[in-house]
């Protein structure tokens, strides 16, 4: 965010440049077949699944027809999405409000000219940046953020954006009671629940670590004791979606650890801070994928307090006998 920030306050005050938004430029009419005079673009320029046409003599002009849904110069604008996942770098919708209630600019002005993330990058459309003001993720920020105007001066602010979360969401099982002071639970009725393998070095095979909770698509929580040897991220691999630990499923969803991280304040003794985060290592932005049997849990907010006497319930990997 520094190169963002130092962007910002070089350039001063500015005058209020909102007028100059424009709405976003709309696909010409027309049914989805392409003119069979208009030869279609040797490399589609067009997202969410236009159809490309350009000129024959300039390939540099080209026409997108925008499937439903989608719209823009180059359909890079999805007009259906309500919500964003994970950081929103890949969020295309069109909410245009902060956190504070401000209207976003338009990533066209000319105020932005100079900046480093205007509509004016040669990369704007893959950004999603262009003639409107919709919120954006462009440098891989916390969430979808936007230019606006406090006073005279030319800022930004994180956009109030709504994030999709289907967290805690399951399907529920008839118990069976098979396990000590427990009951047998298919993997569809807890599943955030994770498992931990690790590969020692002088013991063939992958072996049963801990079991964990999927928190977010790429992050993992467990108990920090589990990671007392100082194992390296080469020797552990997590497990989504498995009912159990020992009989893999057709469905589960498997991955290497990229870094792990023990509470600074562990006490080994009374097992105070007895936490550990995974990250899950993708080539994506997304890790884990949503399904029946793999979705997150949902973490509490900081000033939740339960009161006495509250149920709650706990899975874990057990065994049928003590």
Not at 108 to 137: F, P, T, V, W
Not at 278 to 296: G, W
Request: with cysteine.
């Amino acid at each position: 965010m520094s190169n963002r920030e130092d962007n910002l306050r070089s350039g001063g005050d500015v005058e209020n440049t909102q007028n100059e938004r424009q709405a976003p430029e709309s696909p010409p009419a027309g049914g989805s077949n392409q003119d069979c005079s208009v030869p279609a673009c040797i490399r589609n320029k067009c997202y969410n699944g236009g159809q490309c046409s350009q000129a024959y003599y300039s390939p540099q002009l080209f026409i997108c027809r925008c499937n439903h849904g989608s719209s823009g110069k180059q359909c890079e604008i999805d007009t259906e999405v309500k919500c964003y996942k994970n950081t929103g770098v890949t969020y295309r919708g069109t909410w245009s409000v902060t956190e504070s209630g401000a209207e976003c600019l338009n990533w066209n002005i000319n105020g932005l000219m100079d900046h480093k993330y205007s509509g004016q990058r040669k990369d704007a459309a893959e950004l999603g940046l262009g003639n409107h003001n919709y919120c954006r993720n462009p440098d891989n920020d916390s969430k979808p953020w936007c230019h606006v105007l406090k006073g005279k001066q030319l800022t930004w602010e994180y956009c109030d954006v709504p994030t999709c979360s289907s967290c805690g969401l399951r399907q529920h099982r008839a118990r069976q009671y098979r396990i000590k002071v427990g009951s047998y639970a298919d993997i569809e009725a807890h599943p955030w629940q994770a498992a931990i393998f690790v590969k020692y070095h002088r013991v063939p095979g992958e072996h049963f670590l801990c079991g964990g909770i999927l928190i977010s698509s790429c992050w993992v929580l467990s108990a920090a004791h589990c990671f007392e040897e100082g194992f390296s991220t080469n020797q552990l691999k997590i497990v989504l979606g498995r009912t159990s630990r020992a009989t893999p499923e057709e469905k589960e969803q498997k991955f290497q650890v990229k870094n792990y991280v023990v509470h600074e304040r562990y006490d080994s003794e009374n097992y105070n801070n007895d936490i550990a985060l995974l990250q899950l290592n993708s080539d994506t932005e997304d890790c884990a994928i949503e399904t029946d049997t793999v979705r997150a849990a949902c973490l509490p907010t900081p000033d939740l307090q339960l009161p006495d006497w509250t149920e709650c319930e706990i899975s874990g990997y057990g065994r049928n006998e003590e």
